[in-house]
């Protein structure tokens, strides 16, 4: 079947747009993350959806990045007044369910990235 | 918060070589370990796991060792091909599914 898939794959923006990044997970996929990965590191948890909630958005950096997830399936990414700092890959990721159990741990599977440059 | 830290940051090995990767963690409660294997553009992928009340885990050519006390766990790769070459990443996850991921390697083998 289809994997996560995440529009558009670059966005280049002037500083102070704003700019919405859009994820379609897996189908039947209840857990939705968003992770923003800058060159040479490893991927930043932002935020993650289950259900329509946000069950965690401790990783947003601050009120300039908001997420939604209003009917459970896709998420948009939504960044104002951009800033050259917001230069990044904005990875999302689809899992089954979440779960902080040991035995139900479900693997995230990642869409390709959206690559935002703001000049 | 958990907090990962991964060496060596790059890595170059002769094709058929071995090539480890170490890991370390902050969280005694974090219970579970993938690592991730990314190509240049292109989405990380899960190559294994381990949880945290196993040891070891082989798979082909690759396999993971996990000791939970010192709070460290490692990616071997034996036999490495040229196809291998990518960033590879470890995390651990927190509780709720929040992957914490480590800041990469970056694995070249020569041919």
């Known amino acids: 079947g289809a994997g996560v898939s995440q529009t558009p794959s670059n966005k280049v923006t002037e500083k102070g747009k704003y700019v919405e990044l859009r994820c379609d997970p897996i189908?039947?996929?209840?857990?939705l993350y968003w992770y923003r990965q800058s060159l040479g590191q490893g991927p930043e948890f932002l935020i993650y959806?289950?259900?329509?909630?946000?069950?965690?958005d401790s990783g947003l950096p601050n009120d300039r990045f908001f997420a939604v997830r209003p009917e459970g399936s896709v998420s948009t990414l939504k960044i104002q007044r951009t800033e050259r700092g917001d230069s990044a890959v904005y990875l999302c990721?689809?899992?089954?369910?979440?779960?902080?159990?040991?035995?139900?741990?479900?693997?995230?599977?990642f869409g390709p990235g959206t690559r935002l440059t703001v000049l | 918060g958990e907090n990962v830290e991964q060496h060596p940051s790059t890595l170059s090995v002769q094709e058929g070589d071995s090539a480890v990767i170490k890991c370390t963690y902050s969280d005694s409660a974090s219970n579970y370990f993938p690592w991730y294997k990314q190509e240049l553009g292109k989405r990380p992928q899960l190559i294994i796991d381990i949880r945290s009340n196993v040891g070891e885990k082989k798979d082909q050519r690759i396999a993971v060792t996990l000791n939970k006390t010192a709070k460290h766990f490692s990616l071997h790769i034996t036999e490495t091909q040229p196809e291998d070459s990518a960033v590879y990443f470890c995390a651990a996850v927190e509780y709720g599914n929040k992957l914490v991921f480590g800041a990469g390697t970056i694995l070249r083998v020569k041919s």
């Open positions: 189908s039947g996929h209840t857990a």
């Open positions: 990721a689809s899992s089954l369910m979440a779960s902080g159990g040991q035995s139900s741990y479900n693997e995230q599977f």
């Open positions: 959806f289950q259900g329509t909630g946000a069950a965690d």
